[in-house]
């Protein structure tokens, strides 16, 4: 793993999350003796969220591969850093130039036990609490569940109403992990954008948040996408 001592992992939090929901592929990755850092974006607007993104890769030295989780996946595109070798996608959302993640998210019919969303007053989209274990997280354990209820963050409709700029994913390699199983973003829907993007696609059987169900998976797409850009 020497080939890997000066390169950093960015990992960006979605939608009703913060970068704890990474934290088991941290711990996994820091045995690897990668240099691992979760990029704390607002969930303000995709343009504040991409600002965000910027601010932590400045702080990093050496080659950077970034890995988003589902809205994540829109910051990931911002990631034009000539410093960024790899782009990940753990079932998330790769708009094009122009397209907005809701035109992404809603392409496909929504599971039966997808939530209900709707802004608060505030133009905030909160997850109900129940669709934490129905929904986000389906195979997660009640521990996992109930932190994640505890410490999600609510998204601004800006966030998913503002047009991509040109993604990242035209110049910059990409891998995808496809979650078969995922009740908030259909799996009809991330084929096509994996697809689209010419990303490397790695499809199991996890629900929508395998960085805390199934995080070995995505630990061997990261260190898959680190040996093949960094070796």
């Not at 890997?4 to 088991?24: C, E, M, Q, Y």
């Not at 343009?47 to 591969?65: E, H």
């Not at 994913?169 to 096509?192: C, G, N, S, V």
């Amino acid at each position: 793993m020497s080939a890997f001592k000066n390169a950093t992992v960015v990992l960006i939090h979605g939608a009703w999350a913060d970068g704890s929901s990474w934290g088991p592929v941290i711990r996994r990755l820091q045995k690897e003796k990668l240099n691992v850092v979760a990029a704390p974006i607002p969930l303000t607007s995709l343009s504040d969220d991409a600002a965000a993104l910027r601010r932590t890769i400045a702080r990093t030295q050496g080659p950077v591969i970034v890995a988003g989780h589902a809205y994540a996946g829109a910051v990931v595109g911002t990631a034009n850093d000539e410093r960024v070798k790899a782009l990940v996608y753990v079932a998330a959302l790769a708009p094009d130039e122009g397209e907005t993640v809701a035109d992404v998210f809603y392409r496909n019919e929504s599971h039966p036990d997808a939530p209900q969303l709707a802004p608060d007053a505030d133009g905030f989209i909160w997850m109900p609490d129940e669709s934490f274990a129905k929904a986000f997280a389906q195979n997660a354990t009640a521990e996992q569940v109930a932190l994640c209820r505890a410490v999600q963050r609510p998204i601004s409709v800006k966030s998913i109403q503002e047009p991509a700029v040109s993604p990242a994913w035209k110049t910059k390699p990409a891998w995808y992990l496809l979650a078969e199983e995922d009740r908030m973003i259909h799996p009809k829907t991330q084929r096509f954008m994996a697809e689209r993007m010419k990303a490397t696609i790695r499809s199991f059987a996890v629900d929508h948040t395998p960085l805390l169900t199934a995080p070995d998976k995505v630990v061997d797409i990261l260190l898959e996408a680190a040996q093949t850009t960094l070796a």
